[in-house]
C-alpha cells in the first residue's frame, strides 16, 4: 500500500518498481490523494477493510485452529 500525492512520487516509483521485481503473488494499492505521512497520522484515511481482507488470506494459510 502506498498513499500518492502526486502519483508520480518516488514512493510510487519506488512501490511499482518493487511490485515488478516481487516473485510471488501481489498487490499493488495506491491510496489517492494522500502522502506516506497521513498513513502515520490520519488512520482514518486507511483503508482497514483492505488490510484485514490481506491479512486473513495470506498470513493464516497454513494455520491450525
Same mark, same amino acid.
Given at each position: 500500500?502506498?498513499?500518492?500525492?502526486?502519483?508520480?512520487?518516488?514512493?510510487?516509483?519506488?512501490?511499482?518498481?518493487?511490485? %515488478? &521485481?516481487?516473485?510471488?503473488?501481489?498487490?499493488?494499492?495506491?491510496?489517492?490523494? =494522500?502522502?506516506?505521512?497521513?498513513?502515520?497520522?490520519?488512520?482514518?484515511?486507511?483503508?482497514?477493510? %483492505? &488490510?484485514?481482507?490481506?491479512?486473513?488470506?495470506?498470513?493464516?494459510?497454513?494455520? =491450525?485452529?
Amino acid at each position: 500500500m502506498v498513499g500518492s500525492v502526486p502519483e508520480t512520487s518516488k514512493a510510487t516509483m519506488f512501490s511499482v518498481e518493487a511490485c %515488478k &521485481l516481487a516473485f510471488e503473488s501481489k498487490e499493488l494499492f495506491v491510496v489517492r490523494s =494522500i502522502g506516506h505521512v497521513d498513513l502515520y497520522d490520519r488512520v482514518n484515511l486507511i483503508p482497514w477493510d %483492505k &488490510l484485514t481482507s490481506l491479512f486473513n488470506k495470506h498470513l493464516t494459510q497454513g494455520v =491450525i485452529r
